[in-house]
């Protein structure tokens, strides 16, 4: 198909350009730095273990999957993630090996910083070509959708709204499951006049967006097409049911399809554990001067314990004691009635107010991390109360423990965090479940940095469901956020 052909073109460009671009990089510094382009073996031997470390790096970051209408920026954050691991890589070694000593650091700064550049600069091309090629029609995949279901208009809202998709409805087939007339799609027929609807147009895919339970419709429509040589590709009406990593797989022969699993099995979970674990080692060591001053803090603030701990659900559906700096005083809150949310009604010191208001608080949940209790980037954890009431008043909101809870995540670095609409906090953790990988998690750690500390006790988003009271004997609560 031509669809499948262009962006093979586009894969194998990607994966021939980065190389020429890391040894063009690696040359190019060499020439400013020394003046020269004949490069002595020492940093010849340096090069080509940066490039079998890129190229190791690029697989691991999924840097040429091409996600389906994933935003430019998606892909300069993946080779930017790539090409830094596979630096620290580089530098690593060379430390290990007593090494490091022979290179110039002018030299190894130069090469990353062109690299990236050079890689970057080919991606701005890639997509500013794809895009006029596409316009162009070269490349779209004419598609006939049959049955305008609640799936099938999604469907169309979707491919209008992402052109990056490759893709283009040209018309569609009217069935008896149909909820609504698609604006902007000529109707080509019914379900009955399938044969000459085919015979009349040229599609290079056909989408049959069904409910699942129109088994007759769906074979019907299958037996028309054993005439025919199209992609077909079904679009499932799922009701509005949240689907999580699905994927069609073979297992001995017969089709089995996964309608929602954790992205984080095997390998996925091993790499995602040793990133937690070493990001969260490093932090800890960097930070422990400023835990100490805040420990203090919060002592001299109020008599108590420094560390506040919190049941909240992880994952599985499991509880664990979550670590906070204690922001309130003690007992503060001891017999009364707790609420979801609502934060800027809650007591706390002085100190407590900075060290909320600009998330120092939650610094301790880096040692629930070593623990293995929580990630770094991942849902924010709830208490188990509210989890109880909002697992049957949210549409998927207990998917969000198939993975582990996070100190940041998605939602609150889109400022979805305090007390904010929850459909919306759900809707983001979903989203980030759905398209994890060791890069997406970076980008969130990088914007955290910026964006993720400060905020507003209050919130500044619609209201959040659920705050009815409920009744607790702990001698001290703070609200989930």
Same mark, same amino acid.
């Given at each position: ?32 730095? @020394? ?47 790539? &090409? ?26 130069? /090469? ?43 469907? !169309? ?32 027929? /019914?379900?009955?006049?399938? #044969? ?10 056909? $989408? ?30 799922? $009701? ?28 996925? &979970? ?49 509880? @664990? ?25 809650? /007591? ?5 107010? @900075? ?11 880096? +040692? ?47 400022? &979805?965090?305090?007390?904010?609409? +929850? ?9 980030? !479940?759905? *398209? &994890?990988?060791?890069?997406? #998690?970076?980008?969130?750690? @990088? ?7 400060? *905020? ?13 009271? $409920? ?11």
């Amino acid at each position: 198909m031509q669809l499948t052909k262009f962006n093979a073109l586009v894969d194998l460009e990607l994966r021939a350009s980065d190389p020429i671009c890391a040894v063009s990089a690696g040359f190019l510094a060499y020439y400013v730095r @020394f003046d020269t382009v004949a490069m002595n073996s020492v940093y010849s031997v340096a090069l080509v273990i940066l490039l079998l470390s890129t190229l190791s790096a690029s697989a691991a970051f999924r840097v040429y999957d091409q996600p389906i209408g994933e935003r430019p920026v998606g892909q300069y954050c993946r080779i930017a993630a790539s &090409w830094s691991v596979a630096f620290a890589a580089l530098i690593a070694l060379g430390y290990l090996l007593k090494v490091s000593d022979l290179y110039s650091r002018g030299w190894v700064s130069l /090469t990353f910083i062109l690299g990236l550049s050079f890689m970057a600069l080919v991606r701005v091309v890639a997509h500013r070509a794809t895009h006029r090629l596409r316009e162009r029609g070269v490349g779209i995949s004419r598609c006939l959708l049959i049955g305008a279901t609640d799936s099938g208009l999604h469907m !169309i809202d979707q491919v209008e709204s992402s052109p990056a998709l490759g893709m283009k409805i040209t018309a569609y087939v009217r069935t008896s499951y149909d909820n609504g007339v698609p604006d902007g799609v000529p109707l080509a027929g /019914t379900l009955l006049d399938l #044969d000459k609807v085919l015979a009349s147009g040229e599609w290079d895919q056909v $989408l049959v967006a069904l409910p699942v339970s129109a088994n007759r419709a769906i074979s019907y429509v299958l037996d028309r097409m054993d005439q025919h040589v199209m992609t077909v590709k079904f679009v499932p009406d799922m $009701l509005g049911r949240q689907l999580i990593n699905h994927r069609m797989e073979d297992v001995a022969g017969v089709p089995l399809v996964t309608l929602r699993e954790s992205p984080l099995l095997g390998n996925a &979970w091993l790499l995602k554990d040793i990133e937690d674990r070493l990001i969260a080692g490093a932090i800890l060591l960097m930070i422990s001067p400023l835990m100490v001053a805040l420990a203090i803090g919060v002592k001299l603030s109020s008599p108590g314990p420094v560390l506040y701990r919190q049941r909240r659900v992880g994952l599985d559906g499991k509880e @664990f004691e979550m670590l906070k700096f204690r922001s309130m005083p003690v007992d503060m809150e001891k017999n009364k009635a707790v609420q979801w949310g609502n934060a800027s009604a809650k /007591t706390v010191t002085r100190f407590g107010r @900075f060290i909320r208001g600009t998330s120092l608080d939650e610094l301790p949940q880096f +040692l629930n991390v070593l623990r293995g209790d929580m990630s770094i980037v991942g849902p924010r954890p709830e208490r188990p109360m509210f989890v109880e009431k909002f697992k049957g008043e949210i549409a998927g909101y207990m998917h969000k423990h198939m993975v582990k809870a996070g100190i940041t995540g998605w939602a609150q670095i889109n400022g &979805w965090r305090g007390d904010t609409d +929850l459909v919306k906090r759900i809707e983001h953790d979903l989203y980030y !479940i759905n *398209h &994890w990988s060791v890069a997406f #998690d970076l980008r969130i750690i @990088f914007l955290t940095i910026f964006k993720g500390f400060v *905020h507003s006790e209050g919130g500044s988003a619609s209201p959040s469901p659920g705050n009815a009271a $409920l009744p607790t004997p702990s001698a001290a609560v703070e609200e989930s956020r």
